[in-house]
């Protein structure tokens, strides 16, 4: 027997992998305390090493999981008004309160929406990637083909920071990254293995991970030298660094490919089951708009300028890591989703029904009564 269901059930909500709600919490925290901690490392070998070791992975990770989200199909009129209100209306809000507050603190009042403030680049980063998804998703290769375009690019002075287009390529491989793994379907491949196979993968990734924290700690002078932080901000050409080499690009290739196998490990160390912070992960966009606000008068005032105390290091990381968790809370998704998530219903013009198209009536001849029995 088959049991249908009732036509007036409303439709499931789409089903959530909290896997990926703990990826995002962590990867936006992991941002925060690198923003934080970022005024210390110019006097701080230790600082820095944190510096280098969370920027290894934390970037590629969270691009990763927006390409996770995202989806590959052509954009439809539903797709195109979120991609305003979630990403661009956001951006133009956020943009313009920076404008305001330089302007406050004694700078000029000049818009300049192509040059994105602090942090505001990801959300036109996000943009574009979103736009560019279904074109890449026909490619047989996609992943390799953004790999080498990101590779190319740095060697181009004119591919800078107008629009975010320097990251914006630069970073694009992490997001096919992230929506190759969807189309694979790793998640459910991870899930599905017995616990005594997952400690063993496990026990990897955590040594690899403490392989690259001893490196970081054994040749951070020669790092600093280097210049490696500058290869993993992804913002500026191979000769602005001071590489001006043809091979200048195997450096940014080999630490993509380094980036991606960290990713994975990242994701291999996270519960697969629900946390105390799992929830939390729907809260990223208001962490990441909202989070530079708290951290900027630490950045322009100077006070964590020069040589510091040991302490300060791991205060400033309980510091962002509190900071992840207030902006997480629900009174703050309250109070500034007219920022976050605007609901600017007014920006659209409003769809008109279908018009009704008249039956078209077939003028058929009268039925030919048929020929009654035969004359007696």
């Known amino acids: ?6 036509p007036n059930r409303k439709p499931r909500a789409p089903h959530r992998v909290p896997l990926w709600d703990n990826a995002r919490w962590l ?41 996770y989200m995202a989806k590959a199909t052509s954009p439809g009129t539903r797709q195109i008004k979120r991609l305003l209100t979630d990403i661009v209306v956001p951006y133009v809000i956020f943009e313009t309160i920076w404008t305001t507050i330089r302007w406050l603190l004694g ?23 979103r736009v560019l998804l279904p074109y890449l998703a026909v490619l047989r290769y996609p992943l390799i083909i953004t790999m080498a375009i990101s590779v190319f690019a740095g060697y181009f002075a004119a591919i800078d920071a107008t629009l975010a287009l320097s990251r914006t390529i630069g970073l694009l491989p992490f997001f096919v990254f992230g929506w190759a793994l969807r189309q694979r379907q790793i998640t459910g491949r991870w899930l599905a293995l017995p616990p005594r196979v997952i400690w063993r993968w496990r026990a990897g990734a955590l040594a690899l991970f403490l392989a690259l924290a001893v490196t ?34 195997g450096i940014r290739l080999g630490l993509m490919i380094f980036a991606m196998v960290l990713a994975i ?28 606000f708290l951290l900027f008068p630490l950045r322009e005032t100077g006070v964590l300028d020069g040589p510091q105390p040991w302490w300060v290091l791991p205060g400033m990381i309980l510091l962002c890591l509190a900071i992840a968790l207030l902006l997480s809370q629900r009174f703050i998704r309250r109070v500034f989703r007219p920022l976050v998530e605007p609901r600017v219903t007014w920006l659209f013009r409003r769809e008109a029904p279908p018009a009704s198209t008249p039956k078209e009536t077939l003028h058929l001849p009268p039925p030919v009564a048929p020929p009654g029995p035969p004359a007696s």
């Open 1 to 6: 027997m088959t049991v249908t269901a009732p």
């Open 27 to 67: 990867a936006i925290a992991l941002v925060v305390v690198g923003h934080g901690i970022l005024p210390l490392i110019a006097d701080s070998d230790a600082a820095y090493a944190v510096y280098l070791f969370i920027y290894s992975f934390h970037v590629p990770v969270f691009v990763a999981v927006s390409g």
């Open 107 to 129: 700078g000029q009042f000049v818009l300049d929406y192509a040059t994105a403030s602090w942090t505001l680049w990801f959300l036109i980063a996000l943009a574009l990637w």
């Open 216 to 249: 970081i700690a054994v040749f951070i002078e020669p790092l600093r030298d280097l210049k490696v932080r500058r290869f993993l901000l992804y913002d500026e050409p191979y000769p602005v660094i001071g590489y001006p080499e043809w091979w200048a690009g």
């Open 265 to 292: 490990a990242f994701l291999m160390l996270l519960p697969r089951k629900p946390t105390w912070f799992t929830a939390l992960g729907g809260a990223t966009m208001y962490i990441y708009l909202l989070h530079s």
